[in-house]
């Protein structure tokens, strides 16, 4: 079973530009998680999804970060603009839904110059 | 406001030496303890959920215990190959669906040959 696809792995970006990072989730996962990895923490909750619906955005910075995921499946992040302090690794999860355990893809890793 | 502590944030081991990671909790409605695994690039690796107190599981060399306000991650003999990073997360309660989880910092863990 193919797992959590990201892409791109990397990304440079000067501050005040845009970026936009995709995430395919696990085939038949109902809901998709996107985090926040800064360089030495663990990960941060961004957004959750519920097949195409938000869940839970309550950490998203909203005025900066937007995310969708069109027909319940793929999910794209954006930043715009991009801070210095958004550098850090966006990582991707999905589940079943419910008790069920979330995995992760390998992770973009972001860095705003 | 919902934490998770972990401890040692490094730890050095030579290869053979069994010893114990901490990870405590101060959540309101535990809804599932979960510890992942993070090799350098990637993204966490699913080992362990435990939902109640005095729950075990066990893979390999590595145990997982659950107490009532802290978990424990127990290797035995291990290996060179069990460096990594060990996250620890829990899943709280939360009204509408949302079951993000909240992670520690992470330790650090190095086996020497």
């Known amino acids: 079973e193919a797992g959590v696809a990201q892409s791109p792995r990397y990304k440079i970006i000067e501050k005040r530009q845009s970026v936009a990072f995709w995430c395919n989730p696990i085939?038949?996962?109902?809901?998709l998680y996107w985090y926040q990895q800064i360089l030495g923490q663990g990960p941060k909750l961004l957004i959750q999804?519920?097949?195409?619906?938000?869940?839970?955005d309550s950490q998203l910075p909203k005025d900066r970060f937007s995310a969708e995921r069109l027909k319940g499946v793929d999910s794209t992040l954006k930043i715009q603009p991009a801070k210095l302090e958004d550098s850090a690794v966006y990582l991707c999860?999905?589940?079943?839904?419910?008790?069920?355990?979330?995995?992760f893809g390998p992770g973009t890793r972001l860095l705003v110059l | 406001e919902d934490q998770v502590t972990q401890s040692p944030e490094a730890l050095r081991l030579q290869e053979g030496e069994s010893s114990s990671l901490n990870c405590s909790y101060t959540?309101?409605?535990?809804?599932?303890l979960f510890w992942y695994r993070q090799d350098p690039g990637k993204g966490p690796e699913f080992l362990f959920t435990?939902?109640?107190a005095g729950e075990e599981k066990e893979k390999e060399r590595l145990k997982a215990t659950l107490t009532k306000k802290e978990s424990f991650l127990h290797i035995t003999a291990p290996k060179p190959e069990d460096s990594a990073t060990y996250l620890c997360?829990?899943?709280?309660?939360?009204?509408?669906?949302?079951?993000?989880?909240?992670f520690g910092k992470g330790t650090h863990l190095i086996i020497q040959p």
């Open positions: 999860a999905s589940s079943k839904g419910g008790k069920e355990t979330q995995y």
């Open positions: 085939s038949g996962h109902a809901t």
């Open positions: 999804f519920q097949n195409n619906g938000v869940v839970d």
């Open positions: 959540v309101s409605g535990l809804r599932g």
């Open positions: 435990l939902y109640s």
């Open positions: 997360a829990v899943r709280m309660y939360s009204g509408g669906g949302a079951d993000g989880l909240t």
